[in-house]
């Protein structure tokens, strides 16, 4: 035996598959339109897998990263974008993984500012965003960063992330996304039982104390350890009571169409906002504008697709963008109506929420 280098042929989840081909209609439409009537608005660009977090709720402590061979390059993720703002995408959001670990990100950014969407959004954990970063992402056209963040207590924030950060340093990157200029940011946390749940109306005071919006998550099964129950869900309904049992709330509404998130307001008129996304107890799927694309360039029309279509041989091969648009146009026909957790032999996609893009 030589001394090679390290086989990279096994075949991975989707490698080189291709969708079947979309009617008549959907190609001479030129937008990204589903076989349930839903058009594709936006986008979610996942720039890597990996992550200085190993958040219980998504990764594995000893996670196997994707080869960075595998990885699109800053020049395939761009005209993917330019191609799907062609096709109708408003909103384009950058996430992972953990996107501010990606090298290029200020690049990234600037040359998909260019590409004039309506939004330009980056989702992060927060823990690596210096003032000169902020500025920089700023000036090269990011328009909204959203931040996550499960808990103020500093065990239960080191337990739950298994980092070597701190929901202090949390809040202070958040307090700089303000400081640099930039609307105030959204604040994200998984609800899960036993493990979070009596925190939801701290987590509410600091939206009151910053004058932001947070938004609280119900758990999916995306998680890496596959430990996802239902018994682990903490419903919507229950996140605004306990809220409303300290800060009573009014409601707000869904605020923006195909918007995931359930909006309330302080009924004493404080400053801040509350949001609910429960894809468990409450599916939008019905609303859904979403097209997801892996940081190996797989397509993934729904969260929880089990089946994924993969664009990186076009990339590779330099193929026109005519056929990455009818790739694209193809793909999303195939969108599945409702991510279908509640139904009987629901499959848990391969993929975890860090590995999908979330
Ligand atoms: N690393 C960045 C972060 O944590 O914000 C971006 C990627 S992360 C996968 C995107 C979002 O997915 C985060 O808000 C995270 O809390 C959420 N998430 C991860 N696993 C989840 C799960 N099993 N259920 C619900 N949300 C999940
Ligand atoms: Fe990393 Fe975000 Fe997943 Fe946490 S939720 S492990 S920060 S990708």
């Known amino acids: 035996m030589g001394m090679g280098l390290p086989v990279l042929s096994e075949r991975r989840f989707g490698d080189g598959e291709r969708p079947p081909r979309a009617p008549a209609h959907a190609h001479a439409s030129r937008r990204m339109?589903?076989?349930?009537?839903?058009?594709?608005?936006?986008?979610?660009?996942s720039l890597t897998d990996r992550c200085n977090f190993r958040c219980t709720y998504c990764m594995d402590p000893d996670v196997r990263f994707l080869p960075k061979l595998r990885l699109l390059k800053v020049d395939q993720i761009v005209r993917l974008a330019r191609v799907c703002v062609g096709l109708g995408v408003e909103k384009v959001r950058l996430t992972g993984g953990e996107p501010t670990l990606h090298p290029e990100l200020t690049r990234v950014i600037r040359e998909l500012a260019?590409?004039?969407?309506?939004?330009?959004?980056?989702?992060?954990?927060?823990?690596?965003?210096?003032?000169?970063?902020l500025a920089a992402?700023?000036?090269?056209?990011?328009?909204?960063?959203?931040?996550?963040?499960?808990?103020?207590?500093?065990?239960?924030?080191?337990?739950?992330?298994?980092?070597?950060?701190?929901a202090a340093e949390v809040v202070e990157g958040a307090r700089r996304v303000m400081r640099a200029g930039f609307s105030p940011p959204k604040l994200n946390a998984v609800v899960i039982r036993g493990t979070n749940e009596d925190e939801v109306p701290d987590l509410a005071g600091l939206a009151r104390d910053l004058g932001i919006e947070f938004r609280f998550i119900e758990f999916m099964p995306l998680d890496s350890a596959r430990a996802w129950d239902r018994s682990m869900v903490v419903p919507g309904d229950e996140i605004i009571e306990r809220i409303n049992d300290?800060?009573?709330?009014?409601?707000?509404?869904?605020?923006?169409?195909?918007?995931?998130?359930?909006?309330?307001?302080?009924?004493?008129?404080?400053?801040?906002?509350?949001?609910?996304?429960?894809?468990?107890?409450r599916p939008f799927c019905g609303a859904c504008s979403r097209l997801r694309i892996t940081a190996d360039g797989k397509v993934r029309p729904c969260l929880?697709?089990?089946?994924?279509w993969d664009l990186k041989p076009l990339l590779d091969a330099g193929a026109p963008d005519r056929e990455i648009e009818e790739f694209l146009i193809d793909a999303t026909w195939t969108k599945q109506a409702g991510h279908g957790i509640s139904s009987e032999g629901f499959e848990q996609p391969a993929r975890t929420m860090s590995a999908i893009g979330g």
Request: no cysteine; proline share 5%; charged share 25%.
């Open 304 to 308: 929880f697709s089990t089946r994924e």
């Open 246 to 281: 300290v800060y009573p709330l009014v409601p707000l509404g869904r605020v923006a169409h195909s918007g995931t998130a359930e909006e309330w307001g302080f009924a004493d008129g404080a400053p801040g906002r509350i949001g609910v996304i429960a894809p468990v107890t």
């Open 33 to 45: 339109l589903d076989s349930h009537g839903r058009t594709i608005r936006d986008l979610r660009l």
């Open 137 to 166: 992402w700023k000036d090269a056209g990011l328009g909204r960063v959203t931040i996550s963040l499960d808990s103020l207590r500093p065990e239960r924030f080191a337990a739950i992330t298994r980092s070597g950060s701190s």
């Open 114 to 133: 260019a590409l004039r969407a309506d939004d330009l959004a980056l989702t992060t954990n927060g823990s690596r965003m210096s003032d000169a970063d």
